[in-house]
């Protein structure tokens, strides 16, 4: 794979091959920046975030892994490749816990991941609300939180879905403001208000 630079600039972007980028690739090529996903064949770069995004991330991953049980383990900003040209980075997952193998794992399987989550930012909200669900859902993922701030207020919002198996798409279950608590994929009940979100 080779690189034209740019004119008027040092760096030096990838040229994507003809049918897109691999799983492989993207774990192969070199000073790519840190948390690059790939979604259909296409390399996307994360944008700085940010302080809403931070906190919530963090407000979960305490939050479940505070109640997660012996099998499963909580993780933030990991690679869940869902097929060969797909490898989003969910901001926060549960996987079963087998399936950390080693403190130099870089991805987990779609089969291996119970929850994905995902906090939207300005830059990603097509990708958060629209292409990543519906490639989790048809990966088999079978649940999926959506994270967003809402109202005037920015009031933090998690939008709760299950997947249907029989079309393979996800069903909203709950909207939650101020308490999150729900039974799957094991009993949460967290603390999302405002003021907790800004004591972190």
Excluded: C
Aim: net charge negative.
């Amino acid at each position: 794979m080779t690189a034209e630079p740019i004119t008027g600039h040092s760096s030096r972007w990838p040229v994507p091959p003809q049918d897109g980028y691999t799983v492989d690739d993207l774990f192969t090529l070199p000073d790519l920046p840190p948390h690059t996903e790939l979604l259909d064949g296409s390399l996307i770069f994360v944008s700085p975030q940010r302080i809403f995004h931070s906190r919530m991330i963090d407000l979960l991953t305490y939050g479940l892994r505070s109640g997660a049980p012996r099998e499963l383990k909580v993780v933030r900003e990991m690679t869940v490749a869902l097929d060969r040209r797909n490898a989003p980075e969910p901001d926060v997952s549960v996987v079963r816990a087998a399936a950390v193998t080693g403190r130099e794992l870089t991805r987990f399987d779609a089969a291996d991941v119970l929850l994905a989550v995902e906090v939207v930012s300005p830059d990603s909200e097509a990708r958060d609300r629209d292409t990543k669900p519906q490639k989790y859902a048809a990966a088999g993922i079978p649940n999926f939180w959506l994270v967003e701030m809402a109202g005037s207020d920015r009031h933090p919002v998690v939008r709760v879905y299950e997947l249907d198996p029989v079309n393979k798409a996800y069903a909203l279950t709950g909207i939650h403001h101020d308490r999150l608590k729900t039974g799957v994929p094991f009993p949460v009940d967290l603390d999302i208000s405002p003021e907790e979100l800004d004591a972190l």
